[in-house]
């Protein structure tokens, strides 16, 4: 899925690939806090490996923090040009991880 997201970004901005100095996409509770699933959508998409790429992995707005993180990196002059998003899908495991409300 960030293939397609990935490749409709690149082309719907017209950023060389190269010029992508960062990447962090929020995740909750996949498999190696989903490094692999970015990092996949990152070469299928074209974006070399010479990017940085990172991933968020939090109960409740991975994808909002990783906005944040890329927002401040440009903010502060880190870099000049990041993606951010998030591929959470907190309902396949919220069963397993569901907490009461009032807990006593």
């Known amino acids: 899925m ?3 997201v990935f490749r409709g970004l690149l082309e719907r ?6 010029l992508i100095e960062d990447i962090c996409i929020g995740n909750v ?4 806090a989903g490094a692999l699933t970015t990092r996949m959508g990152q070469f ?11 991933v968020i992995n939090r109960f409740c707005s991975s994808g909002l923090e990783s906005n944040s ?8 002059g ?3 040009i990041g ?3 998030g ?18």
């Open 13 to 18: 901005t017209k950023v060389d690939p190269k």
């Open 83 to 85: 993606i951010a998003g």
């Open 87 to 104: 591929v959470e899908q907190m309902t396949m495991f919220a069963d397993n991880f569901a907490m009461p409300v009032n807990p006593t």
């Open 69 to 76: 993180i890329i927002a401040a990196k440009i903010r502060s």
């Open 2 to 4: 960030l293939e397609a």
């Open 44 to 54: 299928l998409a074209g974006i070399p490996e010479t990017t940085s790429m990172s």
């Open 78 to 80: 880190i870099i000049d």
């Open 29 to 32: 509770l996949q498999v190696g």
